[in-house]
């Protein structure tokens, strides 16, 4: 069933980047692990904070690319260890996050098997553009 999208607006012009990246918002809704919160620290500020218990910073990855946050964790798995009870997930991740213009991840941080990442959104510079018009002939 195709439904309509309200980008294809004819008053909505050089949007089309817009739907892409509701589509890839839609993707990152759907991972569940790692587990995360995501806190106003007022002032344009956030801070994510991932569950990554069992994860060294050599097994942690963060980058930016295209406006997303990527956030990977990689382990190498260990088969010889018997255990009776296996309740700490030992599986890699990828998390993203889809970053508004402007967004900068100021840093990273690992601690208490979480990883807390911080972000800030400066005030833009606001400005006024004069268009000249010219005439036809």
Do not use: C, W
Request: no cysteine; aromatic share 6%.
């Amino acid at each position: 069933m195709n439904r309509p999208i309200v980008f294809d607006s004819p008053f909505l012009l050089g949007f089309d980047h817009t739907r892409s990246l509701i589509e890839r918002a839609a993707k990152a809704a759907a991972e569940s692990y790692p587990p995360y919160n995501v806190e106003d620290r007022g002032e344009g500020s956030l801070r994510i904070t991932l569950a990554v218990a069992g994860f060294t910073p050599d097994q942690l990855h963060v980058t930016v690319e295209d406006r997303q946050l990527i956030v990977a964790g990689k382990r190498e798995s260990v088969t010889d260890e018997a255990y009776l009870h296996r309740g700490i997930a030992a599986r890699g991740f990828i998390r993203t996050f889809i970053l508004a213009d402007g967004m900068i991840v100021e840093g990273a941080t690992l601690e208490h098997g979480l990883l807390h990442i911080d972000l800030s959104r400066p005030e833009p510079e606001r400005r006024v553009q004069q268009i000249q018009i010219k005439t036809a002939g």
